[in-house]
Structure formats: structure tokens, C-alpha cells
């Protein structure tokens, strides 16, 4: 039984009292294993399992648990057993509750608030800053949703920003008409789920006996909230504050810094044996770490007595030197490529190795930073696929319209609602049986001095402009085209979108949905449009080899999503993984290049922590933006605890490219890895004038 093979410490804390536990749980301390071994005695005491919720960081990290339970009480029991993310389980909720929950990915909403951002116009206001961008704006107002619980948006963003109070009103009013957009058309972000989950939960009893929470020092105010809105009889946290990664995000280490405060019945057990890492490479963990506050007091114990290799430094007088060393080291090390990871702090860093390793024929994959579904032309397709799923999701459309030359989220979206509009609230009606009664489908524009609203639209424009340019009759008819803006590019973009969507409509399984976008006309514009933009030379020109290479990688791209559908028959339940599931999926196969949140929770036999420079690594551009010295000595910290053999770190003394000279990492020096020089004492310095 899992309980069985739990050390003194994890059995305590699995076996405690209910009430209010919080276990902290170092690196490689086997916090699995006492989740496991948590859920195995609730189990046991008669608790059924329906009546435990599972809280994890990643929805892989909740199937490895729940499979381990499985493998004693059978998977029966463990799949009753309610398992995720804050996340995944609220969308389930909410899906049993409400039938349709239309959810949406950050970047989507990104589009759909730009389009309502770029109606207005700020250049009546006279301010000492400019106004924020909309993506910077939206950014903000996420970060807002995840850590502010009581004041409005326009106070949060002057009390914070006092230069930014002049926009305050505008900004605010962008906000509500999103929210009403949003909530008009039924679209989900991933704020939203957590805020509806949380308001389900003030209202009912949600029959959770525990409730479990792992990286418990990740979580933010929402889902603080969220937790307290439960109500659980019993809860169980497990965290380390030393591996808080994640402030740019909203996570609130004082959540896990207070639970002894917060709770009257608290208790704090700290797991002190790790089964990880040599004794050498703890070491080197601890001295770093033990130069931020302690929140907790705590003493690791290694358990690993082998001979072990000590932590090396590696030195190189040029940036390239060192991607090509790492490179080379790794084609000669004797450890199997699936146990070695290169982790890093900046895309950037990971661009120069993977480079390297695929110059020496050395197979890699590569994990955090832009991911495969961040990929632009993957975006695409399943934004087609959208509209074919959901008529009347806007953001979608917008995002594939704004490929179209002079057309922007704005003239998209109005696009949109006069399609919908011909169409009597379907879109697929706008475009292929139009209400011949409509002559003007455009509303018209609001305008409101105070918001920043404008009326710049024109007389509606001339169909015949588009006469010459091949379009099918019944398309040339349609008022849509009477845009006084829609250029003849967007013409022909809304003209091929046509001749494609008609046709999916109608198409039953997954794969062949993908397969006819793959190979259409409007999909392949898209493809045109970013081969020829990763292929730009900086003076202009395109290089045609490139082109052709970027060609044959979005082609991958869209293979690869077709073997991804070939186990659904359901539309909807394929995209909703592809949304909800994308973050755990990686390609590829070899050595790992993560960046270093991609790396937590993870453990590989060999890791190479690769510029470790100043500016770098501690990056002190992220830090001026509201990070701080301490949570990159924690990302250290989580980078080398990743090691469990051997450990290699790295710096470059000049950027040949950059002509940029480097100095190194302040933590190379609290390592006890170089002795502390003039420099040393220049970088404590510069950071105690910041504080």
C-alpha cells in the first residue's frame, strides 16, 4: 500500500488529522508520493473517493497521481476521484452546470479587446505617459483579475500607475464593453472560469470531504479565494516557498507565508529527506537559496551516500563558444539523451543550443518559450476550425481576418456583426443566404468625447470596385462588401473564406476538418503571409531557402494536428483538448531544452544551467518590471534541483553579435563557485540602490 512505503516524515503528514495541513515539501522530497499516500488514507478512513478533490499545477501531474492510486484501489476508484488544475476542474463544473461553456485561449480575447481598444482615440488627452497598448493593457487587466479582490480596475491601475490616472476612465470603459462582448456571445477566458467557479461555490456545497493542493506557493489571490469559497472540512497544501516561480503570473507567496496565521488548526509539516540530488549539488542549492528570508525553518537530509561528482563551472570568452561546447559535451557524454536537460532563463539562450545540437545530428526537444501551439499557423487552423464548431464565435474570425492587408480588428469585427447581421444572427447564413432586404448591415459608430469614442465611418463603398477580380456571383452580390475600408486583399481573403467554409460544415470526423483546411486556398494565403515573414532578411529581402524551409515546418505543424484528431469523432471535444490540454503536450524526442518554469517538477541525471551572466540570469529587465532579486534566486534554485547526477553551469564573458561584454551571475558567487571580487561587490550594490 502506498502508505507502506512512506518515511517517517511523509507518513506523518499523510495520516495527519483532518483540518488545515500544509506540508512543505523541498525539491525531490517525494511530495508525490505523500499526496498519494494522503489519498490512500482518506480512502482508507471510508471516504469515497468523489468526495476528494485534487488541486495540481499541470493536468499531467493530476493523471500521474490519480494513476498511482489506481494501481492499489483499481481505476474504478481512482477515476471517481475529482482531479486538475484550478482550471480543468472548474471548466467541469461549470460544463455539468450550465450544458455549453465556450472557452477561450488569452490570446484570442487578445484580439477580440483590441478590436473593441482600437475605436478609440486618446490624443485628446494631454498626459505625461503614453497610453498603454492594448495587448499591455489586457495583460494588466488579467494580472488585475488574478491579484486585486476588492477595488475596481480604474482605482487598481492609478493607485498603481499614478501617471496612467488620466486614462483611467477610457481604459475602464474598453473593459466593460469586452465584458459585455464577452459575455454577449458566451466566451470564457481562464480568469473567468475560476471567478464563476468561485461564485458556484459560495452558493453550494460542492460535497469535496479534502480538499488537496499541490505547489500550494504557486497559487494567486483567485484561486486563494476560490479554495476559501470551498469551504472543505479538510485541506491539504503542499509547497515550497524556495520554489515560488511564479510573481509574474500573480502567484502570492504570502499565501503559503501566512497559513499558519490564517489558520487556527493549522499545522505545518516539513518533509527533510530528499531522495533526489547528490549531496554536492544540494549543497550548492542551499548556500543559494539561503540568501533569501526564511519563511519556514527547514533542514534537508540527502539520502543518496554514492560517490558523487561535484557541481562544474564552465567559462567561455564568446556566447556562440558555449551554445557549441554544451553542444559538443553532450555528443560525448555517456548519459541517455531522454536524462539530459539544458535549461535556461531566456528564449533566446535555448535559439543558440538547439541551433548547435541539430548542427552535430543530436536529436532534441524543446519545451517552454513559444510553444507548438503558440505557433501562429497552428492558431490559424484551429481558429478555422472554430467557426466551424461555433458559427458566431467572433474572436476566431477576427484573428484570421486581420491576416487581410489594411484590415485590423477593428474593420474585422465590424465585418463580423454585418455578416451576422445579413444573416439573422448567423454567420453562415450572412454568407451564403443574405437578407436581400438589408442594403446597409454596418452599425453605426458611437461617439463620446469623455471615452475617446470617435465617428470616422464613411459612405458605405462600391461593390463594383471587386467586379474584375473573379469572385462567384453569389458571393459579389453580398452587402458585406460595401465596407467602405475592405480592400481588395481583404476582398479575396473574404472571398476564399467562402469557397472553404461551406464545405467544412458538413464534415463529420476531426481529421478530415484538418485536412481540408490543410489544403485550402484561404489556409494556404496564411501560410504564404508567415513563411515570407520569417524568411525577411533585415534589409528586405526574402530568402528563398529559408522560405521553403518555414513552408515545410508549418506543413509539419498541421500533421502533427492531424494525428492529434484521429482519436475524436466529436468536434467539440477535440478542440476543447487541443484549449485545455495543449500546455502539457511536447514534440519530439532526445535531449530537453525547458525553460526554467517548464522544468519544475521534473528530474534528469544530467543538467546543464547555461548563461549565467548578469542581466541574464538573474535578468534584470524583468526584475525592474515588478520581479525581484528574490524570486530569481529562487529560479536558481528550481533549475539546479533539477540535477540528480551531475550539474554544469555556464557563462559567457562577450556577445560577439551584440558586441556586449558580461559579468558573471551573482549566484555563481553565493555557490561559493568563484571567490567574491570587486565585482561581486558591485552587483550587491547596484541591487541594495535598487531596494
Known sequence: MPLSRLNEDQYRAATASNGHNLIIASAGT?????????????????????????????????????????QFFGKEVASKIDAGTFHAVSYRWLKKKDGKVVLKQPRELKTLFRSVYEKRSFHHLDGEAEPYGANYLYDKYSFFQNTEMTKPFDEWIGDRHPDHDIFGMIYADIIDEFESLKTQYGFLNFND??????????????????????????????????????????????????????????????????????????????????????????????????????????????????????????????????????AQLIGRSQTEPEEIAVIFRNNSSADGVEATLRELDIPCRRRGGVSFFDAKEVKALLDIYTLVVNENDMMAFIHLFEYAKGVGSAISKELFIALQKLGGGSLFKGFYHPD???????????????????????????????????????????????????????????HDFFLLYKGLTQVKQPRTVIQKIAASAFYANIVEQLATKRAQQPDGKIDEKQKVESLERIRRKSSVLFELAKPYSEHERFLNAMILGSQDLTQGEGVHLLSIHASKGLEYKEVYVIDLMDGRFPNRKLMSRGGSLDEERRLFYVAVTRAKDRLLLSFARYDKIKKANFVPSQFLYEAGLMPKDDVYTALVEKEQKED
Do not use: W
Open 30 to 70: 517525494g511530495k508525490t508520493s505523500t499526496i498519494v499516500g494522503r489519498i490512500a488514507y482518506l480512502l482508507g478512513k471510508g471516504v469515497r473517493p468523489e468526495e476528494i478533490l485534487l488541486l495540481t499545477f499541470t493536468n499531467k501531474a493530476a493523471q500521474e497521481m490519480v494513476d498511482r492510486v489506481a
Open 193 to 326: 472560469l475560476l471567478l464563476k467557479m468561485r461564485d458556484l461555490a459560495k452558493l453550494n456545497d460542492l460535497g469535496y470531504q479534502e480538499v488537496l493542493v499541490d505547489e500550494y506557493q504557486d497559487t494567486n489571490a483567485l484561486q486563494g479565494t476560490l479554495i476559501d469559497a470551498m469551504q472543505p472540512p479538510s485541506l491539504f497544501c503542499v509547497g515550497d516557498y524556495d520554489q515560488s516561480i511564479y510573481a509574474f503570473n500573480g502567484a502570492d507567496i504570502s499565501i503559503i507565508g501566512t497559513f499558519g496565521k490564517k489558520y487556527d488548526d493549522a499545522i505545518i509539516h516539513t518533509l527533510s529527506k530528499n531522495y533526489r540530488s547528490t549531496v554536492p549539488i544540494l549543497s550548492l542549492a542551499n548556500k543559494v537559496i539561503a540568501y533569501n528570508e526564511r519563511i519556514y525553518p527547514k533542514k534537508l537530509e540527502v539520502t543518496r551516500d554514492h560517490a558523487a561528482v561535484a557541481p562544474k563551472l564552465l567559462v567561455y570568452d564568446e556566447l556562440f563558444d558555449q551554445y557549441h561546447a554544451i
Open 436 to 494: 436581400p432586404e438589408i442594403i446597409n448591415p454596418f452599425e453605426k459608430r458611437k461617439q463620446n468625447y469623455q471615452l475617446g469614442l470617435f465617428d470616422d465611418f464613411l459612405e458605405l463603398g462600391s461593390i463594383g470596385r471587386f467586379a474584375k477580380m473573379g469572385f462567384e456571383a453569389k458571393f459579389l452580390k453580398n452587402m458585406v462588401l460595401k465596407h467602405p475600408k475592405l480592400t481588395k486583399d481583404g476582398a479575396q481573403h473574404l
